[in-house]
């Protein structure tokens, strides 16, 4: 059974930078993108990028360009969201997914597999 569990998050100040990161078990790594989403209080879950771990494909939320990249180390089987120049409305739980397919603006059930999510807050 495919998991994915989600480390990083915390308080920042912001115009501050957090690295979180997504370990991946149970499923072949490789050949999945790694889709990130995001809840903030009160709100619904947003998508904020998808990376092209497998095919090099790419899709970013237009609040997510220029401040937030994903990346991923295929030996530690882990993916990553460098997010830069954080705002206070950048404040959510944040999850990472998996799927199988080429990236793009996917909803929350197209994915294969999901994490539990990570905090990130910031202060203004």
């Known amino acids: 059974e495919g998991e994915l569990v989600e480390s990083g998050g915390g308080l920042v100040q912001a115009g501050g930078s957090l690295r979180l990161s997504c370990a991946a078990s149970?499923?072949?790594?490789?050949?999945?993108?790694i889709g990130w989403f995001r809840q903030a209080p009160g709100k619904g879950r947003e998508g904020v990028l998808c990376f092209g771990n497998s095919d090099g494909t790419a899709w970013s939320a237009d609040f997510a360009k220029g401040r937030f990249t994903g990346s991923s180390d295929k030996v530690k089987k882990t993916a990553y969201l460098q997010m830069n120049d954080l705002k206070p409305q950048d404040t959510a739980v944040y999850f990472c997914?998996?799927?199988?397919?080429?990236?793009?603006?996917?909803?929350?059930?197209?994915?294969?597999?999901w994490g539990q999510g990570t905090q990130v807050t910031v202060s203004s």
């Open positions: 997914t998996a799927m199988d397919y080429y990236c793009r603006d996917y909803a929350w059930d197209d994915y294969n597999y």
């Open positions: 149970g499923f072949d790594f490789d050949d999945f993108n």
